[in-house]
Nanobody
């Protein structure tokens, strides 16, 4: 399984950014992206992974971390095997490396990193004031 994030960069306060995560391969149980719940986490230097958002395998259910609720939107395209994170009204405190991750369970949604089996390498986002 391979997860590859893209779309990070340097933006200014109040800007928007869209992150993408492309998935390939199958898990040990033979299932692939279309069966997994997908999540986004972020990590600031010296800090633990922080839950950002998660979406169920079919996309009908989503959950968000408190600090991003109302500003970020997670979505997915099971045909393209890609999950997206639309980030609006960005703030300097959103600066972090953003990771996508796959939860083979599919549902219910999990907000803890330990529930996710596969991880990408991350894409950095920096928001200047």
């Amino acid at each position: 399984v391979r997860l590859v994030e893209s779309g990070g960069g340097l933006v200014q306060l109040g800007d928007s950014l869209i992150l993408s995560c492309s998935a390939s391969g199958r898990g040990g149980d033979g299932r692939d992206f279309s069966s997994w719940a997908m999540g986004w986490f972020r990590q600031r230097p010296g800090k633990a992974h922080e839950f950002v958002a998660a979406i169920s395998w079919i996309g009908g259910d989503a959950d968000y971390g408190h600090s991003v609720k109302g500003r970020f939107t997670i979505s997915r395209d099971n045909v393209q095997k890609t999950t997206y994170l639309q980030m609006d009204s960005l703030r300097p405190e959103d600066t972090a490396v953003y990771y996508c991750a796959a939860d083979q369970g599919g549902w219910p949604l999990n907000s803890v990193p330990e529930a996710y089996t596969y991880w990408g390498r991350g894409t950095p986002v920096a928001v200047s004031s």
